[in-house]
């Protein structure tokens, strides 16, 4: 929709589907933030407790299960939804809210599929709609500044990208099944494919990788740890390991021929990000304080559905991670070096999108415990 004085200084209305961990500790206390045009009105979950006591908590009436979804959406006169699903539903709920005619931000990984991808950036184009997908740190200061200094040439000519993001998930964990579409790749890996992507600011071309599952309690049957080397067109090279046996750590490090740049911890959305910056020998250290990472993620889809813009990141953007994680599989399976098919993108993030929000006190969760054992 075109912004008119019809919708000025209105709310965008979000239903939350999914109240797990995420929803509950980031996303709903996120729109205490994002209330200059997005507000909440509606929770959808399987679990009837998390309902009454989250819904309690943010004064949030309407409230149902997955089967009630429509209805919900209907009662609570939704114009969005932002999707905390469980990676193998984000397809089904995608096309469910579209058919709706509701506007979908979906938490990333997109989908486990280059096929889902692909039907939900259908089934939202074919109902006019938008569709989002939830890369916060697209938003964020430390990360979008890494980007600028990469494209300033004070580093030279960027050739490297390494990168550590590991955490030792609980038994149990719904990232330890295949069946919900857990393992170390698509729940952290995504992260580093994209890093990779936008400082570059190319798309790689062939996959080299290692996934190993040493531990049954923590990768009952998907990928404990992977390791994956990306080559780009330029002859750049990124490598990365996650894995969720591994003591926890979030760390990127890009490196050319004048200098290096190491962010840590780079995709946490807690607590200040430091970057290292070293030219000519001489090592230069800013900090950024922590921040909402998530109401930036609001305002800002709320602004494309105000504005009738196509949001970065799009559908587009999600399905190019799940092609290169698709590619890394592929890789690990055949111990061969794998080709990735081309595929062209335009829109990057920049500085530009860059927004500050407050840290939020995250609320005890009701039902949903941290991923992570530390």
């Known amino acids: 929709m075109a912004k008119t004085a019809s919708n000025e200084g209105r709310k965008i209305r979000y239903a939350v589907v999914g109240v797990g961990n995420i929803a509950q500790v980031a996303v709903l206390p996120a729109f205490a933030h994002a209330g200059e045009n997005s507000e909440l009105v509606a929770l959808v979950s399987g679990d009837p407790e998390k309902l009454a006591a989250v819904g309690e908590r943010y004064g949030v009436a309407e409230r149902g299960g997955y089967d009630e979804f429509e209805d919900i959406l209907k009662r609570a006169r939704a114009d969005a939804v932002y999707i905390a699903l469980p990676n193998t539903q984000h397809r089904e709920f995608t096309e469910r809210a579209a058919a709706a005619g509701v506007h979908v931000l979906c938490e990333k990984p997109m989908a486990m599929t280059e096929e889902d991808c692909e039907a939900m950036i259908r089934a939202t184009k ?3 709609v938008k ?17 600028e200094i990469a494209r300033s040439g004070k580093l030279g000519e960027v050739r490297a990208f390494t990168s550590f993001f590991t955490q030792v998930v609980r038994p149990g964990d719904i990232r330890t099944r295949s069946e919900v579409g857990g393992g170390a790749l698509f729940d952290l890996g995504v992260y580093c494919v994209n890093a990779a992507r936008y400082l570059f600011r190319e798309e790689p071309i062939e996959a080299l990788a290692v996934s190993l599952r040493l531990d049954e309690k923590r990768a009952k049957d998907v990928d404990e740890t992977t390791s994956a080397i990306l080559r780009f067109p330029s002859g750049a090279i990124a490598q990365f390991t ?27 959305y807690t607590g200040e990000i430091t970057h290292y910056l070293t030219v000519g020998g001489k090592t230069e250290k800013k900090t950024f304080k922590a921040r909402d990472q998530f109401a930036p993620e609001l305002v800002y889809f709320s602004r494309c559905i105000l504005e009738d813009k196509e949001p970065e990141p799009s559908g587009l953007e999600g399905l190019a991670d799940v092609r290169v994680m698709r590619t890394i599989q592929s890789a690990a399976a055949s111990g061969r070096v794998e080709a990735i098919a081309p595929f062209e993108r335009e829109q990057r993030p920049d500085l530009g999108q860059s927004m500050k929000k407050p840290p939020v006190d995250a609320p005890e969760p009701v039902n949903a415990p941290s991923p992570s054992e530390q």
């Open 131 to 147: 569709l989002m997908i939830a890369y916060r740190l697209h938003f964020e200061e430390a990360n979008l500044t890494a980007i």
């Open 242 to 268: 996650v894995s969720q046996g591994i003591s926890s750590v979030s760390s990127f490090q890009i490196a050319g021929t004048e200098g290096d740049l190491r962010v840590e911890p780079a995709f946490d």
């Open 126 to 128: 074919d109902r006019g």
